[in-house]
C-alpha cells in the first residue's frame, strides 16, 4: 500500500507533506547562489528572498488546492511551477517557450491523471531535500567559521586613530565623494587620448587642489575605499583572518562602519552614507532597491529565473536591469543633492559607481546601451570607448554636486577622490601596464580657510583623511609610507612594491 493512503486525502498531515516538496524546491536556487557567493553576502541578504518565495510558492498551493480539491495534485502543480519560473536557468540552452510548453504539458498530465499522485510528490520532496540540504549545510559550516570582524578591532590596523578630547574650533561640513575607477590624467591622455584640462580647470576655479601623481594602495575597488575611510594598510585583515581566506565580507564591514565616521562623530559630526550602488554597506543598501543593483544578490537570483527573459519594469532581461541601474544612480545623485540642505555638522561619504562598467550612459547622461556582458569585451577597447562618455557625464554630475554643496555651506571640506584607475584587461595593455593604471586615480581637495593646501606627501589615498583631519581638527595623524599591491591569489595576499 502507498505511504500516502495512511492520511485521509484532505488531512492537516497531506496538506503539509503536498507543499514541503515545492518549498524545498523553491529553496535551492537562492540556497546555492548564496552559498557559491558566501564569502561576499552577509547571511542577512538571503532572509527577504527565500521568506518572499516561501509566502508566493504556498499562496499558489492554497489557491491550487481550492481548485482542484487534491492536496496532491495541488502540490505537483505547484512544484512544476516552481520548476518553471526558478530553474529556467540549467546551465543548457533552453528557449523559453520551449521550456514553458515543457512545463505546461507537465501540468496538462498532473490535471487530467485520476492515479494518486503521493508518490510522485513524496519522490520530488525526497530529490529536492537532497538538493536543498547541501547548500544549506555549507552556508551553515562557513557562518560558523567565520565570525564579523568591525572597524574598531585595534589588531586590524595597529594604532588607535581616534582621537583624545581636542579643542575643536570650526566645524565644517566634509564631503567625501567616491567616483569608481576614475583614471588619473596622464593616463587618460596616454591610453585614451583624452584631455580632462577642463574638468580639473573647473575644479581648480572651484578652489581645488590636484594631485598629478596619486595613488592608490590595491588593485580593487573594495580594499582601496576600505583603506581609504580607514586610514590605514589592510595587513591586519591578513593577521586576523589568515592571509588564505577568501572570506570579503570585512571589507565591507569596515567601509560602512569606519574609523573615518568614528572620528568624525567623536567630535560631533553626523555621518551619512551614501552609495548609488551598495559596494560600500556590508548587508545592502538601504536608501535604494535590493533589485536595482545587477550583481546584487536578489538581481542576480531572479535573473536566474523566468524574468531575465523579460523587460519593463517587472523584468531583468539587461535593457530592464540597466533601466532600473540608471533610476538607482539619479534617485542617489537627488538624495546627495538634498543633503546639502540640511544642517550640519556632517561627514557625507558618497560613492558612485560611476564611471565604471555597466556602461550605460552617455555625456550628457543619455541613456547607452553596451553591446556585451562579457567582462572580456567591457574590459577591452570597445569598453574602453564606452568609458570616456560615461567619465564625461560623471565630471558634470561632480561639477553639480561641488555647486550645490558651496551653495549651501561656503566652508565644506570637498575629497574627490577615486577609489581606483582604470580596470583593464591584460589582453588589452599587457598585466605590467594594466596593474600600473589600476592604482592611479584621481584625487582633488578643497579645504576653504586651510592655507597652503596640497595633496598628501606621499600622495597615496590612504593618507588623504589623515591630512584632511590633520588641517580641519589639529590631529597630528603621521602620513604612511606610500605602497601598492596587485591583485593576489588571495584577497589578502598581498605583494606590495615602494612608489617612488
Known sequence: MAWTRRFPAMSVVAAVA?????????????????????????????????GLSFLATALLYGVLALVTRNWWKAGALTAVAVLWFFYFDLGISVGLWLWSGLCVAAAVAIVLTHRDLGN??????VAALVLTASPALKIASFQHRHPAVKASDLRLWGDDLL??????????????????????????????????AAFVGELERRGFTISNDSRSPYSDSESNIASALNMGYLDGLGRVLGTTSQDVRPLKTVMEDSR??????????????????????AAGNPDISSVAVP?????????????????????????????????????????????????????VVFHTLLPHDPYIF??????????????????????????????????????????????????????????????????????????DIRVKGLVALSLPGVSGVRAPQPPNTVNTMRYVFNQLFG?????????SAPDGDYPYQWEHFRVR
Open 120 to 125: 510522485l510528490v513524496f519522490a520530488v520532496g
Open 362 to 435: 552617455g555625456a550628457r547622461g543619455q541613456s547607452v546601451t553596451f553591446p556585451s556582458t562579457s567582462d572580456e569585451v567591457i574590459h577591452s577597447r570597445l569598453g574602453m570607448k564606452y568609458y570616456l562618455p560615461q567619465l564625461e557625464y560623471v565630471e558634470l554630475r561632480l561639477l553639480h554636486i561641488v555647486d550645490t554643496i558651496r551653495r549651501h555651506s561656503k566652508d565644506a571640506a570637498i575629497v574627490i577622490q577615486a577609489d581606483e584607475g582604470f580596470e583593464s584587461g591584460d589582453r588589452t595593455f599587457g598585466e605590467a601596464t594594466a596593474r
Open 260 to 281: 573615518t565616521s568614528r572620528i568624525a562623530q567623536a567630535v560631533g559630526y553626523r555621518y551619512v552614507h551614501l552609495d548609488t550602488d551598495e559596494v560600500t554597506f
Open 475 to 483: 590631529t597630528r595623524y603621521s602620513m604612511l609610507r606610500s605602497t
Open 163 to 196: 582621537p583624545t578630547p581636542i579643542s575643536v574650533s570650526r566645524r565644517p561640513d566634509i564631503y567625501v565623494l567616491i567616483p569608481d575607477d576614475y583614471a588619473r590624467a596622464d593616463v587618460l591622455r596616454r591610453y585614451f587620448r583624452y584631455d580632462n
Open 18 to 50: 503536498g507543499l514541503v516538496p515545492a518549498l524545498l524546491l523553491v529553496a535551492h536556487p537562492p540556497l546555492t547562489l548564496f552559498e557559491q557567493n558566501q564569502t561576499e553576502l552577509p547571511l542577512a541578504v538571503i532572509w527577504q528572498p527565500l
Open 295 to 347: 550583481d546584487s544578490y536578489p538581481s542576480l537570483w531572479l535573473r536566474k529565473s523566468v524574468l531575465r527573459e523579460i523587460g519593463g519594469r517587472l523584468g531583468f532581461d539587461d535593457g530592464a536591469q540597466d533601466e532600473r541601474f540608471r533610476r538607482s544612480y539619479r534617485s542617489s545623485f537627488a538624495r546627495l543633492d538634498s543633503v546639502a540642505a540640511q544642517p550640519g555638522p556632517k561627514l
